[in-house]
Structure formats: structure tokens, C-alpha cells
């Protein structure tokens, strides 16, 4: 009898730990950027999945993009985080870069307001990679816990 009442509590627990969401992180260690294209379709399926966002080294470029897609309160940073933001640019068929206006300032207006004003400050997004980490970064995203 025990046996059996001890199979229908496991049984109970396994469904409970089946239909319970599990609470998922992404950690960023290390993102040079790259193409905007798939970073967007990372980061909205991140969005959709409510996990959270360790932000845990340099994520630059492209990568900030996390900031513009997941929900403030769903990004946290650490002592090693550090965001660089520079203006939108495409590559032509020789390989050679060229700015993108217009790009630049829809990604600037995407960033929350914060991020947006800290970037204002040092002089917008140009081709100068802009670095907002420690104090600077702590003053607009928690530390991860």
C-alpha cells in the first residue's frame, strides 16, 4: 500500500514539474555583433520565450539590439558587461563599409530612453564605438542576483 501511495506522489510530482515553466537564462559572454538579420530573430524568440537576459561580458554592436526587443525588466548585467553601440552600416560588394542614416537613427529610437539619452550624450551614433559599462551601465540596468 505504501508502495503504491508513494508511486501516485511521484507520479503527481513529475506532472507538476512537466506542466511548471522552467525559468530559463540567456548569457551573453561574448558578442562582437554581426548581421543584424539574425540577431533580431534571436531576440524575439527570446522575447516570446520570457526568459531572462544575463548580460555577462561585451555585447556590441548588433547585440544590443536585446536592448531594443526584450523587456527592461527581463535584462540584468554583471561586472563584466559591457554594451558598445555604433552607427548602422552596410557592407557593398567590394567589401568596402558605408554608413546607413536612416538605420542609425531607427535603431536610436528603438533603444529604452535611458540608453538612448547616454548615447545622445557622447555624441550620437557615428562610426566611434561608444562603451557604456560599470557605473554608467549600473544606473540603467539591475546587476544579475
Known amino acids: 500500500m505504501r508502495r503504491v501511495i508513494f508511486l501516485k506522489v511521484l507520479m503527481l510530482a ?9 525559468v530559463a537564462e540567456i548569457r551573453i559572454i561574448q558578442s562582437p555583433g554581426g548581421q543584424v ?17 544575463v548580460i555577462d561580458g ?19 548585467v554583471t561586472k563584466r558587461a559591457v554594451l558598445g553601440f555604433h552607427a548602422a552600416r552596410s557592407v557593398d560588394r567590394r567589401g568596402r ?15 529604452p530612453g535611458p ?3 547616454w548615447i545622445s550624450r557622447r555624441g550620437g ?21
Open 97 to 111: 563599409f558605408y554608413a546607413e542614416p536612416e538605420a542609425s537613427v531607427a535603431v536610436l529610437a528603438a533603444y
Open 115 to 117: 540608453v538612448r539619452d
Open 37 to 53: 538579420g539574425p540577431f533580431l530573430d534571436l531576440f524575439e524568440k527570446v522575447r516570446e520565450s520570457g526568459e531572462r537576459v
Open 14 to 22: 513529475s506532472v507538476l514539474v512537466a506542466i511548471t515553466p522552467a
Open 58 to 76: 561585451p555585447c556590441l554592436s548588433a547585440c544590443t539590439l536585446v536592448l531594443s526587443i526584450v523587456p527592461d525588466e527581463r535584462i540584468c
Open 125 to 145: 551614433l557615428t562610426s566611434r564605438l561608444l562603451l557604456l559599462r560599470g557605473r554608467d551601465l549600473a544606473a540603467i540596468y539591475p546587476r544579475c542576483r
